[in-house]
Nanobody
Framework: QVRLVESGGGLVQPGGSLRLSCAYS????????MAWHRQAPGKQRELVAA???????NYADSVKGRFTISRDNAKNTMYLQMNSLKAEDTAVYYC?????????WGQGTQVTVSS
């Protein structure tokens, strides 16, 4: 069974930075993509950033230039470096793993941007 565990969330002031981590474990033969999604109160879950197996990355327009997704295969961990945080970045952040034909979600980590 595949398990994803997020960490690194918390309370940060506007303009600050956080780094989220997603450690994955279990029987994974081949990863096609990994991604971070977020869900703010009263809103739908949205894609924040994704990294495809070949190394290509995609970002939501709202985070381009501020967030960076990366992965460390040796540590089975994915990261989301978040800089210049804004109040509107407040949400629960979820990591997502796609390993066809399966996929998995983490439990989420809260990020709150507030002064």
């Amino acid at each position: 069974q595949v398990r994803l565990v997020e960490s690194g969330g918390g309370l940060v002031q506007p303009g600050g930075s956080l780094r989220l981590s997603c450690a994955y474990s279990g029987s994974i033969f081949s990863i096609y993509a990994m991604a971070w999604h977020r869900q703010a109160p009263g809103k739908q879950r949205e894609l924040v950033a994704a990294i495809i197996s070949g190394g290509n990355t995609n970002y939501a327009d709202s985070v381009k230039g501020r967030f960076t997704i990366s992965r460390d295969n040796a540590k089975n961990t994915m990261y989301l470096q978040m800089n210049s945080l804004k109040a509107e970045d407040t949400a629960v952040y979820y990591c997502y793993l796609q390993y066809p034909p399966h996929s998995a979600w983490g439990q989420g980590t809260q990020v709150t941007v507030s002064s």
